[in-house]
């Protein structure tokens, strides 16, 4: 597909240079077409592995106006300090994106010490990367709604008090406080944005809501019986993904840096997203869906509602796709995923 590993920097006439983490996942995918669309020079940090893990990236190189001759992938890892310091030097970017992590949250409980690892040590060593080679770089740090977890107030505010009920979230307490300490200690450009659950077709499909819609596909397809969930009452603040990579850049054109809330100030169960999601292909999801004690959490986090209103004054930022057209955007791109994949026209990537 014509992808650039670790290729000679490219010199383009005054454009700015990003650096993503986590270029591979949603967000990251998002958001480096945002940044090329925007004429930017994109770096993405990525993990070796034996197999090719680029599939979110297809859509960049197939479209002709993109300009994915800008777009370098590098071998790296937050675990790896030593690298992250010569990428960071060899690629002096303007602005760096922090989205790497192990982001599932039920998983963070069964692998604790390898979600802290990357989640939060690994945010210290990129920072720590930032500091020893002198570049003064504009640093965004993915935070979490999940910090929140046993939320103290409803809706959740950049001063609302975190109470995080997983590893996961923990991790993420701790990434956030550390760039909020290198940016008073020694004067970096960084911010924190508090995303709220988001979501697209793009959505791991171990995550509920892509778990639901994959299923509503396979389901309406005569391909799948049953679909197996945990606890269908956690309610969660649902927003569009594609829609929040763009707040992360209006974060880092800011000459001031600060922290802010991303999300619709909207909550819905998961009872709320089978209703739509099954619903919009003529289907009765209690006659599908079957409770299994193994995707409980042990500590669950109940109720997740944000305020975006600093966003809403400071960025200039809102969420425009709603809760019911996300859930029927994802079945429908799940539906046309399935009818690809089974005719061949496409390969299915995770």
């Keep these: 597909m014509g992808r650039k590993f670790s290729e000679p920097l490219v010199e383009l006439t005054m454009a ?43 859509p960049i190189y197939a479209d002709p106006h993109l300009g994915k001759s800008r777009l370098f992938l590098h071998y790296g890892d937050l675990s790896d300090a030593s690298a992250l310091a ?24 069964d692998s604790p010490e390898y979600t802290t690892d990357i989640a939060a040590t690994g945010t210290v060593r990129l920072l720590e990367a930032i500091r020893e080679t002198g570049i003064k770089p504009r640093f965004y740090q993915a935070s ?24 996961y979230g923990c991790a993420k307490v701790y990434s956030y406080w550390i760039t909020v ?25 171990t995550f509920v809501t ?6 509503v596909a396979h389901i309406k397809a005569g391909l799948q019986d049953k679909l197996f969930l945990g606890n269908l009452d956690a309610k969660r603040d649902w927003g ?70 600093k966003a809403k004054k400071q960025l200039g930022w809102e969420p425009k796709t709603r809760f019911v057209a996300l859930a029927k955007l994802m079945v429908d791109a799940d539906v046309e995923l399935l009818r690809k994949h089974r005719q061949g026209e496409i390969e299915v990537h995770n």
Aim: with cysteine; proline share 5%; charged share 30%.
């Design 240 to 309: 569009y993904a594609k829609e929040y990579v763009e707040a992360m850049w209006l974060m880092l054109q800011l000459e001031k840096p600060d922290d802010y809330v991303i999300a619709t100030n909207e909550t819905h169960s998961i009872r709320e997203f089978l209703d739509v999601a099954f619903e919009h292909v003529e289907l009765d999801w209690k006659k599908c869906v079957e409770i299994d004690p193994r995707y409980f959490r042990p500590a669950e986090v109940d109720l997740l509602i944000g305020d975006y209103g």
């Design 86 to 109: 010569r990428l960071i030097g060899k690629i002096q970017p303007d602005e760096i994106y922090n989205l790497a992590a192990q982001s599932h949250v039920r998983v963070s409980f």
């Design 144 to 167: 979490s709604s999940e910090m929140y977890g046993k939320v103290q107030e409803i809706p959740q505010t950049e001063q609302t008090p975190f109470y995080p009920r997983s590893p």
């Design 210 to 215: 892509r778990k639901i819609t994959r299923a």
């Design 16 to 58: 700015k240079r990003a650096l993503i983490t986590g270029i591979t996942g949603q967000d990251g995918s998002y958001l480096a077409e945002l940044l090329l669309s925007k004429d930017y020079e994109v770096h993405g940090i990525i993990r070796r592995a034996s197999t090719f893990n680029t599939g979110r990236l297809d």
């Design 181 to 205: 300490n290198y940016r008073e200690s020694y004067g970096l450009h960084a911010s924190n944005g508090i995303l709220f659950n988001h979501e697209s077709p793009r959505r791991g499909e």
